[in-house]
């Protein structure tokens, strides 16, 4: 039941991001001033907070250099020449070089002067396993094969007591931060501990089956191999169908394999990928010049 859930949590946040996208796309033009003209009732009830956010710091009278500071970070001349700097930012996101910001250019500017601040943080990447008699303990990343994981980096810890006939999955998920998102911030979350009863222990080998079966609409089981070095979840399709609150979700087409892995590539990737994402955001002036630089540094001469 708690992945069905995770799945009609996701579907409800796609629909609230695809009623926000529209607002976005709807009062992305105006300007601080346009906005503010607008009735009390539509600014409060229909413009997204991130453009009324916006607005307030365009209005405010230390605006052009709390701006100058933004477009500086981003590699724009904002100190030494706020209005060229300006309308260079503006032709780089593909907008008229009006010379005036609106609350959408003002908002992403925000957004993008934060990304170049972000840096690397502490994230357990530990990856072990054992199996004794009387217990087993397996920690490392969670992936799934042939498919995108909500949070690639994540740590998850799995515990099997002999004895005591179960065994316990935590996991911390780490959540990198979106160029839509509200603040450029970095979130840690902790899942549910969910439990498994443990079905065969032998001499390598660790199956188990969860303590709540769910809904019927999924069935999931533990594979652990120690000798191997592999540890699966596998999920497969229930003897029902998938309905929660009314949402439908389709049958899948082939077991889903999950796999807990040494996630040392995997949280570098994503890093990488957050770093050059940021470095897209620069003023493309600069970024051409480093790629010049680092064209010649390869062809001395």
Request: proline share 4%.
């Amino acid at each position: 039941m708690k992945r069905a859930l995770i799945f009609l949590i996701f579907a409800v946040f796609a629909a609230m991001a695809s009623a926000d996208e529209d607002a976005m796309l709807k009062y992305k033009d105006f300007t601080p001033q346009e906005l503010t003209a607008l009735s009390k009732e539509e600014r409060h009830s229909s413009v997204p907070m991130a453009y009324s956010s916006a607005a307030s710091a365009g209005l405010s009278k230390f605006s052009e250099l709390l701006f100058s500071m933004q477009l500086n970070t981003l590699m724009y001349p904002g100190i030494d020449n706020y209005n060229v700097a300006v309308k260079q930012y503006q032709k780089d996101l593909g907008d008229k070089s009006t010379g005036i910001l609106t609350v959408s250019q003002i908002h992403k500017l925000e957004k993008r002067s934060e990304f170049q601040k972000l840096s690397r943080v502490f994230f357990p990447d530990q990856y072990s396993s054992y199996k004794a008699k009387n217990s087993a303990s397996i920690q490392g990343t969670m992936m799934i094969h042939d498919e995108n994981i909500a949070y690639p980096v994540n740590h998850t810890k799995l515990t099997c007591y002999k004895a005591d006939n179960y065994c316990e999955l935590k996991q911390l998920y780490l959540s990198f931060p979106e160029i839509d998102s509200w603040s450029a911030n970095f979130h840690v979350m902790e899942a549910g501990t969910e439990f498994f009863d443990i079905t065969r222990w032998d001499g390598n080998t660790i199956d188990a089956l969860p303590s709540d079966p769910d809904s019927g609409c999924r069935k999931t089981s533990l594979n652990l191999n120690f000798k191997t070095k592999e540890f699966y979840q596998i999920t497969r399709n229930g003897d029902k169908d998938c309905e929660i609150n009314g949402v439908t979700f389709p049958k899948l087409e082939k077991p889903r394999i999950a796999q807990i892995v040494d996630g040392e590539k995997i949280i570098n990737r994503e890093f990488s990928k957050l770093k050059k994402m940021a470095f897209e955001m620069l003023s493309v002036d600069f970024k051409n010049a480093i790629t010049k630089l680092i064209e010649s540094e390869k062809n001395p001469g």
